[in-house]
């Protein structure tokens, strides 16, 4: 079964409190939706959720991506079918250059779907298209994964393990905060580069300008966790004029 | 390989000095003196294998007969404490017993002072409560010595709420005399919650003479509370010092504590802080001046008990001729004791080939929570630092007494207080001028 | 290297964590229980040694019995019963002893390919390896000797070695380590069997990495080895040991002292992979590894470089360190101790600055996870003939779970103003961060944690010869097995 990623009516609770009350939303494979909303709308917890990040209490709903229901499964397992979560904070493991870090996870991937490990020698190719793409020189690929990074970097380096694990559907956790726009425009390049009828996006931000380089087909407005609102890229440079206020007063 | 029996001098005609001092028909009280002596007499004095004092030998209290103080006469201008501008209130201590006429009247709102001994014939139960807590002798014996010979001293007590505006300074002065004496000042500080004080601790005694000082100083800081605690140690240079200051911090305390050792033949200043209370903060710091054949050790000990309680610590230290320092700093964060920071920074400055540096921090982290970090550094002045300035024409000397100003400037940078900062410095600046004037 | 997946595999086809549990079935000889001047007769008879080396071993026992077991460590464990113990077993040899490879008993050839150190010469990787192999108190074979020995290298063992060159092992035996140095040191005097013995001519760079591979097999048994290596003027030698032994309930006493010399611009590399049975989750059984290694920088410009990664036994208590005699002599230790369950670990170095313009280097990463105690303990010691010595420390620890202890104790002492000493440590723990990285990117918990900390452990992991890299690697996920729920 090959229809994308199915939410319906998803509530989740931290320590008792209700962060997403009751979201519904269905990305089919090859489209590009966008989720917009106010901070502490519940944009990043519903990302988190979707990828299995401990510290979340499912009150209610289902989570079913391909046909399979996630939620039941170790963030691990979910990545092999092909969920990727683009961090917000990119996180640092010194020690670990971001070669062997990508290769373990590639490779544990692979071994999860059944399918065998890569050549080193192939997979150190494929590593070095993927990063010319991005414009990351090849010292970065030996640097400790995000160990000294500037921002701009680290969220290139995001794209990069996007672009290597290649997944059925990427969230993009407000990766475009912390950018000035040249790093903007690489990023978004990157993402629309891999833009294929079989892969997703799902692209959480809080400003409409990265959905001027990365076109959505659809725009959902998030807002005290619900899903308040929904329509077309041109609902983004709506929300640009008005701002949220209307539905921080709705949902409250 | 000997095994050498304990030394506990010190101990000679106990019993019947015990028999004198104040409170002894109190049984918590006798008690209290009976364990500790007999803690000291198994311990006897420092030596070697006990780890807490691995590098300082008290020498002279192994071999001179010093004999219990008591008080002499003093004149006015020994009783002179740090040189601290500005309101001060202050509490004298001669070798080791409470001398009201010297001190100032406490006639602040919520404060209280009184002598030790009235409170001990008194069977004060709040004041043997704090001195009869769990503290712990093991590796410990000169603070079960002090408390065999629990006599004199003061007992501040500052009131839940109360801020108090001038500085309390308490001066620890022992007098010249003809025989070896050793004194136990003793102060008992409890700051109730919310309440503020700044306290000033001074030692200090006859320039030349031998005498010896095993000083004990308890704190109880209640919630919220803020302390700033200075120790200023200036004793003569045949001197003695043994001093260790125990604070237990409830939560949400805030305390800052700075050491300045400048004094003694052999020196010895000690903090434990127990953080018992979430959230509590303290900042710990020191500087130090060893010269001639001195040795001087700064001990810390921080117990991280509660969780999100926060340490910081840097010590520094000059030594020259054939001094000795000593820095050992023990972080024990407990087990459950999450989010701790932790830091601790030590930096020695040796001016002479002869001089000497032993170093131990020591980290004991049973959380997993934590980020502790500790930092040591000894050696020379930096010659790049010393070539950089006299290539820009200034003298050898000149650059050189500089770069130790910076070097200590950085630490007495850390005293909050303005007037103790200033007169700290100006402490340490006589040190090192005495210094320049002799090799000049 | 992507040895964290190949880590995971392992520990799957593994009933228990511990690989090297097994236990070899051979006729062993062993000495009498008990320790007295008689055991040392014995051992003496059964290695034909000369009477100025018995009159040395009874020189450290009589010592030995006025000394105390040293109590300063952080670490906890059973009163050892020295009179319950053997001290010396040996596998029965059958006629005559082997005269060459050909000749080792098939059982023990079988053991050593069992623990992935195969004894014969065709079967190793290109002669990049020579092997020295140890069961019990014995040396059982020693490949390559003859192409060493076309190098003058000599690598042998310490009994042969005594017969060989006497005068060499009379003249440096405890020349770095003195009898009465410490309690395990000086037990290891009286009762040592065997070990290896290396000498590096002048000039020589040893063709070939040395090894010597100790197990444990028997019941109830000590191994006290002595290795003693001299490394002559501008020599230069990489050594390495390592160490398993069977799975058992009760505890095994190992106590070994190595002995390092080095001259003029020589330089000895010296790694230990340390992987003695560490004991069951509740810390039953496991091995007590008490061990003295102690290098002598005697030459000018002479290097001696520690580099150990400890993931077995139940109690460690070892401090490699270096004499820094010779001027502008270097040394170095670096470390990675892992210690999981009910371990226990107290190891470091001693660095003794005495020559002028000497450097030492420290590196130690200490990981501690379930209910298990790691301490590092260090000496910088600078005397006042060190003129512009040199020494930096990093030590850090990383906690994993919140039943174990990280400890650090650095001890400096500097006598000499025109030197530096910095030292630095830090104590963290693998954060949530991490692990959920690992995880959305498809690693298993087990893979995160082994990948997370081999880079934690990678500037001293770097340091080891190419060929036992991947396998320390290796190890390092494997030890920490069962360490995230």
New interface residues.
């Given amino acids: 079964m090959n229809n994308g990623i199915i939410i319906k009516d998803l509530r989740i609770s931290v320590e008792d409190k209700e962060i997403l009350q009751g979201i519904s939303l269905v990305v089919e494979p090859g489209k590009v939706h966008a989720i917009m909303g106010p901070n502490g709308s519940g944009k990043s917890t519903l990302a988190h959720v979707i990828?299995?990040?401990?510290?979340y209490t499912v009150t209610g709903g289902s989570v079913t991506f391909n046909g399979v229901n996630v939620l039941e499964l170790?963030?691990?397992e979910?990545?092999?079918l092909g969920l990727?979560?683009a961090?917000q904070?990119p996180?640092?493991?010194?020690?670990?250059t971001n070669t062997?870090?990508l290769?373990?996870?590639?490779?544990?991937?692979r071994?999860?779907r059944g399918e065998k490990?890569m050549d080193?020698m192939a997979f150190l190719k494929l590593l070095r298209e993927k990063a010319k793409l991005l414009q990351l020189p090849d010292e970065m690929l030996k640097r400790?994964?995000n160990v000294g990074f500037s921002g701009g970097e680290k969220k290139r380096n995001e794209m990069l393990?996007m672009a290597v694990?290649a997944p059925k559907l990427a969230i993009l956790d407000e990766t475009d905060s912390g950018l000035d726009i040249d790093a903007l425009r690489i990023v978004a390049e990157g993402v629309n580069a891999q833009r294929a009828p079989d892969r997703s996006f799902l692209v959480i931000t809080h400003y409409q300008r990265l959905l001027d380089y990365i076109v959505p087909d659809v725009v959902h407005v998030l807002a005290g966790g619900r899903i308040v609102e929904t329509g077309g890229p041109d609902l983004a440079r709506q929300l640009e004029k008005t701002g949220y206020a209307d539905y921080t007063g709705n949902a409250a | 390989m000997t095994h050498s029996q304990p030394v506990a001098p010190l101990l000679e005609n106990y019993t019947a000095v015990a028999a004198a001092l104040p409170g002894t028909l109190n049984p918590r009280i006798a008690t209290m003196r009976a364990v500790a002596a007999s803690t000291y007499r198994v311990q006897g004095l420092p030596h070697a294998k006990v780890e807490a004092w691995k590098y300082t030998r008290l020498k002279d209290l192994e071999t001179v007969g010093f004999r219990r103080a008591d008080a002499g006469a003093v004149l006015p201008r020994e009783i002179a404490g740090a040189g601290v501008e500005g309101p001060v209130l202050r509490i004298v201590l001669v070798d080791g017993r409470f001398i009201a006429p010297l001190s100032n009247v406490f006639d602040i709102p919520g404060v209280s002072l009184r002598s030790l001994r009235v409170c001990l014939d008194a069977g004060d139960d709040a004041v043997i409560q704090a001195l009869d807590r769990d503290v712990d002798f093991s590796g410990a014996p000169m603070a079960a010595l002090a408390t065999a010979y629990l006599d004199d001293g003061a007992v501040l007590r500052v009131d839940a709420g109360v801020a108090v505006a001038p500085v309390v300074e308490v001066v620890a002065v022992s007098t010249a005399a003809t025989q070896p004496r050793i004194a136990f000042p003793r102060l008992l500080v409890t700051v109730g919650a919310g309440a503020a004080l700044t306290l000033v601790e001074t030692f200090r005694g006859p320039a030349d003479d031998v005498y010896a000082v095993n000083a004990v100083t308890d704190i109880s800081l209640g919630e919220n509370a803020s302390l700033s605690h200075y120790v200023l140690q200036a004793q003569g240079a045949a001197a003695t010092h043994v001093s260790v200051g125990r604070c237990d911090m409830a939560a949400g305390v805030h305390y800052e504590g700075f050491a300045l050792q400048l004094g003694g033949k052999t020196a010895r200043h000690e903090m434990r802080l127990r953080m018992l209370g979430v959230g509590g903060c303290a900042r710990l710091n020191g500087a130090y001046g060893v010269r001639d054949a001195a040795v001087c050790d700064t001990t810390t000990v921080i117990e991280h008990i509660a969780p999100e309680t926060t340490t910081d610590q840097v010590f520094k230290g000059i030594l020259d001729d054939h001094g000795r320092g000593i820095f050992q700093g023990k972080v024990h964060v407990f087990r459950d004791a999450q989010r701790i920071v932790g830091n601790q920074l030590h930096k020695g400055l040796l001016l002479s080939r002869n001089a000497e540096v032993d170093c131990k921090p020591e980290l004991l982290i049973y959380a997993n929570d934590v980020k502790c970090s500790h930092g040591a550094t000894v050696g020379e002045m930096d010659p790049d630092q010393l070539f950089f300035l006299r290539s820009r024409g200034i003298d050898e000397a000149t650059a050189r007494a500089l770069l130790m100003r910076a070097f200590l400037g950085e630490a007495f940078d850390t005293i909050q207080h303005p007037a103790v900062r200033v007169a700290f410095h100006a402490r340490a600046e006589t040190w090192l001028s005495r210094r320049e004037g002799e090799k000049a | 290297m992507t040895s964290t997946t190949e880590t995971v595999d392992t520990v799957k086809e593994l009933t228990g964590a511990y690989k090297y549990g097994f236990v070899t079935d051979i006729e062993t000889e062993v000495a009498p229980k008990g320790l007295t001047e008689d055991t040392v007769r014995y051992i003496l008879a059964r290695k034909d040694e000369p009477t100025w080396l018995l009159d040395w071993r009874l020189k450290a026992l009589a010592l030995w019995r006025t000394m105390e077991e040293p109590r300063w460590a952080k670490v906890v464990y059973p009163a050892i019963d020295y009179q319950g113990l053997h001290y010396y077993a040996a596998p029965k040899a059958k006629g005559d002893g082997p005269k060459s490879l050909d000749e080792v008993d098939p059982e023990l050839l079988e053991a050593y390919a069992k623990l992935g150190i195969p004894l014969k010469e065709q079967e190793i990787l290109a002669g990049v390896v020579a092997v020295d192999a140890v069961f019990d108190s014995v040396s059982v074979a020693t490949t390559y000797k003859a192409r060493l020995e076309e190098k003058g290298v000599i690598f042998c063992s310490f009994s042969e070695a005594v017969h060989r060159v006497p005068e060499l092992v009379k003249k440096y035996l405890g020349s770095v380590v003195p009898q009465g140095d410490n309690y395990f040191a000086c037990l290891n005097s009286a009762v040592f069997s065997d070990g290896s013995f290396v000498y590096i001519p002048k000039g020589v760079r040893c063709p070939m990495e040395l090894s010597t591979y100790f197990r444990i097999n028997a019941r109830n048994t000590g191994q006290f080895e002595r290795t003693l290596i001299i490394a002559e003027e501008g020599s230069h030698v990489s050594y390495l040991e390592g160490c398993t032994a069977p799975q058992r309930d009760e505890h095994q006493l190992h106590a070994a002292v190595v002995e390092l010399i080095v001259l003029d611009d020589a330089e000895i590399k010296y790694s230990t992979v340390q992987n003695w049975y560490p004991g069951d989750a509740e810390g039953k059984g496991g091995i007590f590894n008490f061990v003295t290694k102690r290098g002598a920088c005697r030459g000018k410009r002479s290097k001696i470089s520690w580099t150990q990664v400890e993931t077995g036994s139940a109690v460690t208590w070892k401090y490699p360190s270096c004499i820094l005699q010779g001027d502008d002599s270097v040394g170095e230790f670096y470390s990675v101790a892992i210690t999981n369950n009910a371990q226990q670990a107290d190891t470091g170095t001693k660095m003794i600055h005495i020559g002028k313009n000497t450097r030492s280097t420290i590196v130690s990463k200490g990981i501690a996870a379930g209910h298990s105690d790691n301490t590092y303990r260090g000496l910088v010691r600078v005397l006042p003939g060190a003129v512009g010595a040199r020494n930096y420390s990093q030590c850090d620890s990383l906690l994993i779970g919140d039943k174990c202890g990280a400890h650090t104790v650095p001890y400096i002492e500097s006598r000499m103003p025109i030197s530096t000493i910095e030292h630095e440590a830090t104590t963290a723990r693998i954060s949530d961060d991490q692990l959920f990285l690992c995880r959305q990117r498809g690693l298993s918990p087990e893979e995160a944690v082994a990948l997370i900390v081999n880079g934690f452990c990678k500037e001293v992991l770097q340091n080891l010869p190419m060929e036992f890299a991947v396998e320390a690697q290796k190890l390092v996920g494997i030890s920490l097995e069962g360490s995230v729920g």
């Fill in positions: 990828s299995g990040r401990p510290g170790e963030p691990e979910r990545a092999a990727f979560l961090f904070y996180v640092e493991i010194p020690g670990v062997i870090f290769k373990t996870a590639f490779n544990a991937q071994k999860a490990e080193p400790p994964l393990q694990l």
